[in-house]
């Protein structure tokens, strides 16, 4: 019987972005017995979640596993920060959904949608309870994948998109 063709695009070490989760580490490839079946997979740890994952090798690519963004994604998120944000002016929960969407779609500029939409300055009407948890999920997530892409503490890719947002504000002012 012909061995199939490895479907590995990962390997150990490896940060990789999973759409539902944001950043996580491949921290092994193993090969499992499931059903009588040897099934090849992803080990995958997401620390800050306390959290490993599985995922099949075949099926990384149609789960949205993917690489961490390159430079030009990356500064194109940044630039999309700094854009106007875009209210929509229909329902809350039809709103909601549709970020939810964007930050578990692993989009890294959806994503910054979300954080440049959501954002609020001092000098703005607080957020509800719910828009705060989608901005905080957002931001959270983009700090990842920025202190990933950049080899940086997420604190400090925090505080760089904080400040981002901030001097945005202050520019149009």
């Known amino acids: 019987m012909a061995k199939k063709a ?4 990962f390997k150990p070490k490896d940060f990789i972005v999973y759409p539902a989760h944001g950043v996580g580490q ?7 017995n499931i059903a009588g079946m040897d099934l090849e997979v992803y080990v995958v740890d997401f620390p800050q979640d306390k959290m490993t994952l599985r995922v099949p090798t075949a099926r990384a690519s149609t789960t949205g596993m993917r690489a961490l963004a390159s430079q030009v994604v990356l500064e194109d998120a940044i630039e999309t920060l700094k854009g106007k944000p875009k209210v929509k002016r229909t329902m809350w929960s039809r709103r909601a959904q549709e ?4 930050i578990n779609s692993g989009d890294l500029i959806w994503i ?3 954080v440049r939409d959501l954002h609020r300055n001092d000098d703005q009407p607080e957020q509800s309870y719910s828009e705060r948890q ?7 997530r983009m700090a990842r994948e ?5 080899k940086i503490e997420c604190e400090a890719a925090f505080d760089t998109l904080t400040q981002t ?4 504000s202050v520019a149009a002012a």
Do not use: F, G
Request: net charge negative; aromatic share 6%.
């Open 165 to 168: 947002l901030v001097n945005k």
């Open 112 to 114: 910054a949608e979300v």
């Open 26 to 32: 491949v921290t092994a490839i193993e090969v499992e």
């Open 6 to 9: 490895s479907t590995k695009k």
């Open 99 to 102: 970020y939810e969407a964007k």
């Open 146 to 150: 920025v202190a990933a892409v950049k």
């Open 134 to 140: 989608l901005y905080e999920s957002a931001i959270d």
